[in-house]
Every structure is written in C-alpha cells, then in structure tokens.
C-alpha cells in the first residue's frame, strides 16, 4: 500500500509562486511514479504534471507548462510541484497521486491519491 500526503497549498495573488509537496511512503525499490492533479469547483479532475520515479518528466498540462516544474528528491521521498506565474484559473485542489505500473495522464489510471492540498489564486 502506498501513502500520500500533499502540503504547499494556500493563498497567493495572481503572478505568484508556490511549491507543493508530495511525500509518499518508502519503498526499497524505486519504482514510484508520481502525477499531480487538480480539481476546480465544478470541473472534472485533470492532469497537470507527472514524474517517473528516475526523475524523468512524464509530461505537463498545456495549460502550465512553462509555469509549473515538477521533481522529485527520492531520499526524502517526496515529489514537488513548483507554481510560477499563478493565475486565478490556477485555483484548485491539487491532489498527488501514485502508479506501480506505466504513468499516464488519466486519473482512473493511478492506484493511490492523496487527500489533496487547496491553492487558491487571487487576482
């Protein structure tokens, strides 16, 4: 079974940064491949960023590429998204989620979630 805890999250204007972080359970063998994703208010979930568990980029959202930067530090089992350039349309919870097999960019994909962390853009 797999852990994820999100933090990071806040209140920030438009035009701000903010890094989220992801800390996921210890595994002897890094195998771990990690996505963010997020939800606004109405809207279905989406992808944002993911990570293999090498440290390769898997892929970005359109919509923040550029603005958002997704690594890893595996000795502190964590998985960080780093926000610039934050718009209002960035509001959302934004929640970590974890794959044993080949990432993909779909939710239904992933096998554990974390319970989310709340990024809230001001313009």
């Known amino acids: 079974q797999v852990q994820l805890v999100e933090s990071g999250g806040g209140l920030v204007q438009a035009g701000g940064s903010l890094r989220l972080s992801c800390v996921h359970s210890r595994r002897a063998f890094n195998s771990l491949n990690v996505g963010w994703f997020r939800q606004a208010p109405g809207k279905e979930r989406e992808f944002v960023a993911g990570?293999?568990?090498?440290?390769?980029?898997?892929d970005y959202a359109d919509s923040v590429r550029g603005r958002f930067t997704i690594s890893r530090d595996n000795a502190k089992n964590t998985v960080y998204l780093q926000m610039n350039s934050l718009k209002p349309e960035d509001t959302a919870v934004y929640f970590c989620?974890?794959?044993?097999?080949?990432?993909?960019?779909?939710?239904?994909?992933?096998?554990?979630w974390g319970q989310g962390t709340q990024v809230t853009v001001s313009s």
């Open positions: 989620a974890a794959d044993l097999g080949r990432p993909t960019t779909i939710p239904s994909d992933y096998d554990y």
């Open positions: 990570i293999w568990w090498s440290g390769r980029t898997i």
